[in-house]
């Protein structure tokens, strides 16, 4: 295996999106999915077991993709930037129902 | 990472793999157990070793007790940074009674949840718990740990690390990690039918440790990949609590609607109430479940708003006959004995989640297949334990010329977590049947045994894996395996000796909870003492190059 070495700073980066970056997309997704079914009138323990279900895959997903991306940096854009999207809408929506 | 992705997985496999797989081996193997932890707990406390019991009557045997339940002494110990000002000594408030069972239990857990004078969040609970016996209503001593239950159970999913959930955390990232090596395996091999048929080994350590490595992954895939995924989902509120704290305006919107649709009263009306006879309701709720067509026992009942004019009782049957962790709950008003509702049919997403968490929890009474649970997830031991000696098989040669320590360390560590894991356990069952019965906090010096026979398996593995660094088999591994037979066989004696329990006397009266513990027992010890012989075979003949040599150099003696 003659890879070229990468930097242990990239290793660390790539972990971080992984882990934290993965956390934090995962957490908007269910958080806007749970929302969003919510106000579609879904019972809310429901909208939560569904949107876990799927998020978790997603997180499996994103964790893979963070070390199999060429640039950490869209990794880190995605993962933490879209977390953070769509926690944001989830509690706008939240806003407009309670 | 990498400049394709079959080496970016590879690496991604291998050091997650290796790090977590420590925290992984102990899960699985664990879990493993945990699927016979009622008789786990049968074989550990001898007064409990007799038939499983249904629920007791509510009206005579539970509610004398749960009358005279508080706070259990350990909680209000915890409890103390919960309130403002000083501790109370009375409970005078219970806002929950429950009881549970299933179709292996003996005994009878029961809890209290009370008020919590002073507290600086209104809605905390203190707890009080008490395992009875249903027969009697008395109540058993506190300090009989339930070793299956109480400790092989929770250190299967919290490593008994309740610090703030940590615990609970590792392993839920372990069980993120395994769904990656899943997947990230797979990728990496490619022939993943081929797998399922190879295994040589007469090859090289290393090619069969593969081999197996991949067969055990493979078989068992589905098994691998459906169990960390449930347990997950189990624990999906724990790690993304996100109905507790951003979006708990909208679960608290939920809970009123709920309320009003579901006639259950959320709060306590503050007005005193009494409680007709919950015998009479537990008999109309399985006289409803008749009606639907699934007669059964009660599993689970619980009182809420104890002694308020809002008190209401649930009534959930035990899922002995399904897969799905559903109860079928029907709720009565707790002073008329009325049906306030019945649990409508579950959900879609009701069932994908009670049929995944239901696979996962096995409350279902089909022996078969909670021994090809325990099969499963043996395998899934010998997966990962096959992983580390790969590692060290892969690198140890390399290691000893470059003189680094790597190989030796990750070898210290896999005996540690392998076999030492397996000292540990048989320890404590050993300490069980050695403690004297009255002995104060027997439970806890168990659990000693424990940690403490654990880190001296740790610190004999990283002395005993030091010819690794010279590319030869760590006589760790041997001497464990002995040590695991050894234990093994001590704690069945012993099991004779302080009980009488034979397996002449439990195999006739056909009591398998304590003759199957004693028969896994033997069988685990003469598997350990095989290998342990096959080891000290293997490291008297040292490594292929070596006794390539050997010919050679007896000629040269001779000439």
Redesign the interface.
């Known amino acids: ?1 003659a ?2 070495p ?1 930097s242990r700073l ?2 660390a980066v ?1 972990i971080g999106a992984a ?1 934290l970056g993965g956390y934090a997309f ?2 908007g997704f ?2 806007l999915s ?2 969003l079914l ?1 106000a579609a009138r ?9 949107a ?2 799927v ?3 997603l ?2 997903a994103a ?2 993709w963070a ?2 991306a060429r640039s950490v940096a869209i990794v880190w854009t995605v993962l933490a930037g879209g977390g953070a999207l769509m ?1 944001g809408a ?2 706008l929506v ?1 806003r407009a ?2 | 990472m990498f400049q394709n992705l079959r080496l970016t997985m590879a690496w991604l496999h291998t050091w997650f793999g290796l790090v977590l797989g420590f925290v992984l081996m102990v899960v699985f193997f664990f879990g493993a157990l945990s699927v016979f932890d009622r008789e786990i707990d049968r074989w550990a406390i001898p007064e409990t070793r007799f038939e499983p019991q249904p629920m007791p009557s509510f009206d005579k045997v539970l509610r004398p007790v749960f009358e005279s339940m508080q706070p259990d002494p350990g909680q209000i110990e915890l409890a103390r940074s919960r309130v403002d000002g000083p501790m109370a000594t009375h409970f005078p408030v219970a806002k929950t009674w429950g009881a549970y069972t299933t179709h292996r239990d003996p005994v009878l857990g029961v809890f209290a949840g009370f008020e919590l004078p002073n507290a600086k969040d209104p809605d905390d609970i203190i707890w009080g718990t008490r395992t009875i016996d249903p027969r009697t209503g008395k109540t058993l001593p506190d300090d009989q740990l339930k070793i299956g239950s109480q400790f092989f159970y929770p250190l299967h999913y919290s490593l008994n690390i309740n610090w703030r959930d940590l615990g609970t955390w590792i392993v839920g990232f372990a069980a993120l990690v395994m769904l990656v090596a899943l997947v990230s395996g797979v990728i990496v091999h490619r022939k993943l039918f081929r797998e399922l048929f190879t295994f040589r080994p007469g090859k090289n350590t290393q090619r069969s440790v593969l081999d197996l490595h991949n067969l055990t992954g493979v078989v068992a895939l589905p098994f691998h990949f459906v169990f960390a995924f449930s347990g997950l989902l189990i624990f999906g509120g724990t790690y993304f609590p996100i109905g507790h704290t951003q979006l708990k305006p909208l679960h608290d919107l939920h809970e009123v609607l709920e309320s009003q649709e579901t006639g259950l009263p959320h709060e306590r009306a503050g007005v005193p109430g009494r409680l007709a006879s919950v015998d009479a309701m537990m008999a109309e709720a399985q006289r409803r479940w008749q009606a639907r067509g699934m007669a059964g026992e009660v599993g689970f009942l619980t009182v809420r708003h104890v002694g308020d004019a809002n008190a209401y009782v649930s009534i959930y049957r035990a899922g002995t006959d399904r897969i799905a962790l559903t109860g079928e709950g029907i709720h009565f008003n707790a002073a008329t004995g009325e049906v306030i509702r019945e649990d409508p049919p579950p959900t879609v997403a009701q069932h994908i989640n009670t049929f995944l968490t239901g696979l996962h929890l096995q409350h279902f009474r089909h022996w078969t297949l909670r021994w090809l649970y325990l099969m499963g997830g043996l395998l899934g031991c010998v997966c990962i334990a096959t992983g580390f000696l790969f590692f060290v098989e892969k690198r140890k040669r390399q290691h000893a010329a470059q003189g680094l320590r790597g190989a030796r360390w990750v070898d210290g560590f896999a005996v540690s977590a392998v076999t030492g894991m397996l000292v540990a356990a048989l320890a404590m069952l050993v300490a069980n049947r050695l403690l004297p019965a009255d002995l104060p906090g027997r439970g806890d010096w168990e659990q000693y045994a424990f940690w403490a026979a654990w880190a001296l398996a740790l610190a004999h593995g990283l002395w005993r894996t030091a010819p690794v660094a010279q590319a030869r088999i760590a006589p760790a591994w041997a001497e464990q395996c002995l040590a695991v037979a050894v234990l093994a066989v001590a704690a069945v004696l012993l099991n004779w000796v302080t009980t009488g329990d034979h397996l002449g006397r439990t195999l006739a009266a056909g009591y398998w909870p304590v003759a199957g513990v004693d028969l896994f027992l033997l069988g685990a010890a003469a598997m350990a003492f095989l290998a342990a012989r096959a080891l000290r075979r293997r490291s008297g003949v040292p490594s292929a190059s070596a006794a390539a040599n050997a010919p050679s150099r007896s000629e040269a003696a001779r000439a």
């Open positions: 295996m890879a070229p990468v990239n290793i790539r882990v995962t957490w269910i958080a749970v929302a919510f879904m019972e809310f323990h429901d909208a939560e077991t569904l876990t279900i998020g978790l895959l997180f499996v964790f893979l070390f199999a926690a989830a509690t939240q129902l309670t």
